[in-house]
């Protein structure tokens, strides 16, 4: 085979041709699977969303909506600029936000977190999307492995006390695992700190959603 | 329709030429995927696929595959099946998508891919191509499969558990749990775990090659042609 000499014209026409047929069909597929992924990665959002905001009591359907995070929160939270959080709104007003945070704290890299909050403080509940933590020790956060994490649900930022939101090793209320503390620990801190964006915004957030509710129901 | 010697070479990919068990190829994603049988099977799949189809047309573009620049089109033939994989994954099976996570993509980086395309897909017509590529992608599967559950069902305690990221919500309650409650071995559920198995997986081949056929044909193929590193656990002269 001519593998040992230097590629002529006609060869890199071949491969300049390959390319291009290839290009063409990845295109054409991505485009016809385009709206599919979309929906299919919508519905799994929703599915997370409706985790944390809880089901359904009022009879009355929820609608999400998508909200800017001010750039002098995305620090706290861990996100970067563009992220938003999204806002569960029943007949328009704003029942509870559902605010994505990233600890950075964790054992394995960032873990992250979403976290649904009414808007009297309450955490409704938290859920990890992702993360890295160790298999079988730190992955307890995980509601398919634990229900560890629902020792958030109806935790406010005074419920308990600052000093308490923390986990047991240090001083806290929350349990860690036997042979992983860290991993909690990101969590418990990661959840308290979102809370306090929740408590510095809520005004804001509220003020918005009455503005925005106000001018549906004159029409 | 084929030259019989090679039918002949096309089914040694199951034991001989296994491309793990023996020439230890596309260890990466045998060791981090296979924590359970689910995750095996839905990686081993994708796998078959995107190697049935990459071989397949390779073997349909051989007279234009030679040259100095044969790997760079290998490459590119290769990485747009695992494009197009991983694009239908993710539209059909949203949850497998996020399951295999980057391993999906990263399939265009198991050598084993590249190695049938270059020495048998691009030297054979295209039945043989897709025999070989079948059988090659079954003994994959089939060593990921067994991994996979022994894994899950001692590093876990589980079996057949996110059986619906594949099979849809019938699946759900495939799940069998053999042992008591919090029953976990660590090390399994880790790729170290995975990799002390693959070499107890690979002596126990030896040791049934040497007590089944004691030494009468061997030794098998010869290596690859032009190629300088040859990696095997058997013998290859």
């Known amino acids: 085979m001519t593998a040992k000499t230097a590629p002529n014209r006609s060869q890199?026409?071949?491969?300049?041709?390959?390319?291009?047929?290839?290009?063409?069909?990845?295109?054409?597929?991505?485009?016809?699977?385009?709206?599919?992924?979309?929906?299919?990665?919508?519905?799994?959002?929703?599915?997370?969303?409706?985790?944390?905001?809880?089901?359904?009591?009022?009879?009355?359907?929820?609608?999400?909506?998508?909200?800017?995070?001010?750039?002098?929160?995305?620090?706290?939270?861990?996100?970067?600029?563009?992220?938003?959080?999204?806002?569960?709104?029943?007949?328009?007003?704003?029942?509870?936000?559902?605010?994505?945070?990233?600890?950075?704290?964790?054992?394995?890299?960032?873990?992250?977190?979403?976290?649904?909050?009414?808007?009297?403080g309450r955490i409704i509940a938290v859920r990890v999307i992702s993360h890295r933590e160790t298999v079988g020790l730190g992955d307890k956060i995980e509601i398919a492995k634990s229900d560890w994490i629902e020792a958030f649900s109806k935790r406010s930022l005074s419920d308990p006390a600052a000093k308490y939101w923390a986990v047991k090793a240090d001083g806290g209320i929350y349990d860690q695992f036997t042979g992983a503390t860290i991993t909690p620990r990101a969590v418990v801190n990661q959840v308290a700190a979102t809370l306090q964006f929740f408590a510095d915004e809520r005004a804001a957030l509220a003020a918005r959603g009455t503005s925005q509710a106000n001018p549906e129901a004159g029409e | 329709m084929n030259p019989p010697n090679d039918n002949y070479s096309a089914c040694h990919g199951l034991w001989r030429e296994h491309p793990v068990l023996v020439q230890l190829l596309g260890l990466s994603p045998l060791l981090a995927v296979t924590t359970t049988l689910a995750n095996a099977l839905g990686l081993g799949l994708v796998t078959l696929i995107v190697l049935l189809g990459s071989s397949v047309s390779c073997s349909l573009l051989r007279r234009q595959l030679n040259g100095a620049l044969h790997l760079p089109m290998l490459l590119l033939i290769i990485a747009a099946w695992v494009t197009c994989a991983e694009l239908l994954v993710r539209a059909y099976a949203y949850p497998l998508a996020q399951a295999l996570?980057?391993?999906?993509?990263?399939?265009?980086?198991?050598?084993?891919?590249?190695?049938?395309?270059?020495?048998?897909?691009?030297?054979?017509?295209?039945?043989?191509?897709?025999?070989?590529?079948?059988?090659?992608?079954?003994?994959?599967?089939?060593?990921?499969?067994?991994?996979?559950?022994?894994?899950?069902?001692?590093?876990?305690?589980?079996?057949?558990?996110?059986?619906?990221?594949?099979?849809?919500?019938?699946?759900?309650?495939?799940?069998?749990?053999?042992?008591?409650?919090?029953?976990?071995?660590?090390?399994?559920?880790?790729?170290?775990?995975?990799?002390?198995?693959?070499?107890?997986?690979?002596?126990?081949?030896?040791?049934?090659?040497?007590?089944l056929l004691p030494s009468s044909e061997s030794p098998p193929e010869k290596p690859i042609a032009g190629s300088k590193r040859v990696r095997t656990t058997g013998k290859i002269n």
């Open chain 2, 101 to 211: 996570g980057i391993f999906v993509p990263l399939i265009a980086s198991n050598c084993v891919i590249l190695n049938r395309a270059q020495t048998i897909a691009t030297r054979h017509p295209i039945g043989t191509a897709a025999l070989d590529a079948t059988v090659i992608g079954s003994g994959f599967l089939a060593l990921l499969l067994i991994v996979g559950a022994i894994r899950e069902l001692f590093g876990r305690g589980s079996l057949f558990a996110d059986m619906h990221l594949i099979f849809g919500d019938i699946a759900r309650d495939w799940l069998w749990q053999p042992f008591d409650g919090d029953y976990t071995l660590l090390i399994l559920s880790m790729p170290a775990g995975a990799f002390l198995l693959l070499g107890f997986l690979i002596a126990l081949k030896n040791f049934l090659d040497s007590w």
């Open chain 1, 12 to 120: 890199w026409l071949r491969l300049l041709g390959i390319a291009l047929l290839i290009g063409t069909l990845v295109t054409t597929l991505e485009i016809l699977t385009r709206e599919r992924i979309v929906a299919s990665q919508t519905s799994a959002a929703l599915d997370y969303l409706r985790q944390v905001t809880g089901p359904d009591d009022q009879g009355a359907a929820i609608t999400f909506e998508n909200w800017p995070i001010p750039n002098r929160q995305l620090g706290l939270l861990g996100l970067s600029e563009g992220d938003e959080m999204h806002i569960a709104l029943r007949a328009g007003q704003p029942i509870a936000a559902i605010v994505p945070s990233i600890s950075n704290a964790g054992y394995g890299g960032a873990i992250q977190l979403l976290v649904g909050i009414d808007f009297t």
